[in-house]
């Protein structure tokens, strides 16, 4: 008498006897598991954002201190001429004054000066007063000094030191 073994139905049968308490933690655990992992990815991608979103604005800041001090150093190259550099008394402190001598003898005045925490610009004749409602606003600043180095013109605003060469000290050429 021989004995067939149908090794797939022993297999299903040692299958259906298997603890439920194991198939149901192996479950637990899968889900468990695919939890961490989307957290864990979920938590990157918040710090990368965070992270990018920083540095895009530290550019935005260092992009708008730039361009207010290429303002400033465009507006004092523009009037850079042999012996135009000067100081005044502004309406708040010290004023850089930049003459021009027009070709009919008459000289005018750029200055540029702290008002009402802004640094104006004022273009008016040699010598007249201070007139600050006619001025125009440069950029927004509490604080504006200078200091001449030689060649070398030193602009100190909030935004920090913008350094200007004039060219009309180099070499003694207007």
Not at 159 to 167: H, K, V
């Amino acid at each position: 008498m021989s004995v067939e073994i149908d090794y797939n139905a022993v297999a299903a049968y040692e299958r259906s006897k298997a603890p439920r308490g194991k198939v149901a933690n192996a479950r637990t655990f899968t889900i468990v598991l695919l939890a961490v992992f989307f957290i864990i990815l979920m938590s990157g991608l918040a710090i990368g954002v965070a992270m990018y979103q920083a540095v895009a604005n530290n550019q935005l800041e260092t992009n708008a201190a730039r361009m207010q001090a290429g303002l400033l150093a465009s507006n004092v190259h523009s009037n850079d001429t042999a012996s135009a550099l000067g100081t005044g008394n502004g309406p708040e402190g010290r004023a850089l004054v930049l003459t021009e001598h027009g070709s009919d003898g008459d000289s005018y005045e750029m200055r540029m000066y702290l008002y009402n925490g802004n640094i104006v610009q004022e273009y008016s004749t040699a010598g007249s007063a201070y007139n600050p409602e006619r001025a125009q606003a440069l950029i927004a600043s509490t604080t504006f000094d200078f200091e001449l180095h030689g060649d070398l013109l030193v602009i100190y605003t909030d935004q920090g030191a913008t350094n200007i060469a004039l060219r009309s000290y180099q070499g003694g050429a207007a």
